[in-house]
């Protein structure tokens, strides 16, 4: 199903609103880092995640070694950004809060 592709402006905003999220050379996708204090608290940190991202039905792409965890997010219904992406990446920040990272 197609899903309507994010704006340059609402781009902008989402990218003023998350700091830590940089968009990709191609601008179809957002990339965070993020560092846990273990590979424990990385783990509890993405089953968090997902929990939500089957709930949204819209899943992250990541990679993890030991306490890093490197997320992007991108709308393959979309080639490209969308509200979907934003919403996650939402979510990811508020969770980051509980995590102090
Ligand atoms: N995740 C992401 N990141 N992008 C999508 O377009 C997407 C998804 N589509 N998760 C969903 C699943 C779709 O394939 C299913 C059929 O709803």
Known sequence: MAVQK???EETNKLLQDFP??????DRSAINASFALSNFVEAW???SAIAIVAEKQDH?????????KVKITLTTHDA???????RKLASFIEELAETFKV
């Open 6 to 8: 994010l704006t340059e």
């Open 20 to 25: 830590r999220w940089k968009l990709s050379d």
């Open 44 to 46: 509890s940190f993405m």
């Open 59 to 67: 899943h992250p792409e990541w990679f993890n070694v030991y306490n």
């Open 79 to 85: 080639s490209g950004l969308s509200e979907r992406d």
